[in-house]
């Protein structure tokens, strides 16, 4: 046998021939577009989980922000200011952005939450002109440094002492030990 002949049975045999011919090609058509839908639908998930996360940080950061404020209407202020800065970063789009401070609890010891709530479109998700928005809600609370002063609008800074190696003779050394003078 021929190498020629034995590579036109080998082709041959893997046609196919009768009712099954050309099958492949419609299964192919039939299927993409389903495939096609499941990766979008896939995207459309993960892009929708990193709303989330953008919104639960815009939460964590305004509420932080507002516990280091000074007072409750600067704390309001700093939160709305730090999600809504959160949450204009490139990539990403709110349609409407809700902040809600509450500083019922705003004292030396207390805390202060913060529940931002942000519109996204779904079609900025999906990748297709879908109709319709998701609301994502998020709320977190941070403590209020209990040891914090009040404001009194001067600022008390305490230097060292000119003189380093002055100041380190005044410090026990290491092991309970002084070092000596210089």
Do not use: N
Not at 58 to 68: I, P, V, Y
Not at 127 to 132: C, D, F, H, I
């Amino acid at each position: 046998m021929t190498i020629r002949k034995a590579h036109m049975l080998r082709r041959a045999r893997c046609r196919r021939t009768g009712p099954e011919a050309g099958s492949e090609a419609i299964e192919l058509t039939l299927i993409t577009p389903v495939i096609v839908l499941l990766v979008l639908a896939v995207v459309a998930l993960g892009r929708l989980a990193d709303a989330r996360i953008r919104v639960d940080d815009a939460a964590h950061l305004a509420a932080r922000a507002a516990s280091l404020a000074r007072d409750p209407a600067a704390a309001a202020a700093q939160a709305g200011s730090t999600a809504r800065a959160a949450l204009a970063r490139p990539g990403f789009s709110c349609s409407r952005v809700l902040v809600s401070p509450d500083t019922a609890a705003f004292a030396p010891g207390g805390q202060v939450s913060v529940e931002v709530t942000c519109t996204v479109p779904m079609s900025g998700l999906a990748l297709l002109a879908v109709p319709g928005s998701v609301a994502i809600h998020s709320t977190f609370t941070s403590p209020v440094d209990r040891f914090r002063g009040e404001s009194s609008g001067l600022s008390q800074v305490r230097v060292p002492a000119a003189d380093p190696a002055g100041w380190r003779r005044e410090r026990p050394g290491r092991c309970g030990t002084t070092p000596s003078a210089p």
